[in-house]
């Protein structure tokens, strides 16, 4: 049985190409920590992984560098001649499942804290997007941890019995 279940975050954006039939292929590495740390400093395993198709898709879409996820595939070798005429060896993660490890919230700050080390390759002459239009619910409060605190007066039974 071949069947690997890790939790990382991305060491760099994902890789994506379209094959000539239009199929994607995105690659990306992914960062695991080691539970143990050794003299305070924790180590780390870097895999590199590709997904394919609608996936592969999605990786292109929603996924960057720092963004925590959790993966399940299954570990390959591959080989290939380099330009050298070499044989080249690689271990690699194909992915069968993919699915976010953390909250909304803390995937924005992640994001907001890379845009802002990228913004020097930003160009100066875009214009700001437009706000997005947002309704605010009056007696909804949400908390830090994504969780939102029911307001005082709400009756709590269920509308069934």
Known sequence: MNVLVMMGRLTRDPEVRY????NA??????????????EGQA??????????GRQA??????????????????LQNDNYQNREGQTVY????????IEFAESKAASQQNAAAYNA???YSAPASQPAPA????????????SGDGFMNIPDGIDEELPFS
């Open 43 to 52: 180590d780390a395993d870097f895999f590199n992984c590709v997904s394919f």
């Open 57 to 74: 898709e999605f990786v292109e879409k929603y996924l960057h560098k720092g963004v925590k996820v959790v993966i399940q595939g299954s």
């Open 25 to 38: 292929v995105a690659r990306f590495s992914l960062a695991v920590d080691r539970r143990f740390k050794r």
């Open 131 to 142: 706000p997005a239009q947002r309704r605010e619910t009056p007696a909804a409060d949400f």
């Open 90 to 97: 690689r271990d690699q993660i194909v992915i069968d499942n």
């Open 19 to 22: 094959g000539a039939s239009g």
């Open 117 to 119: 080390r990228q913004s």
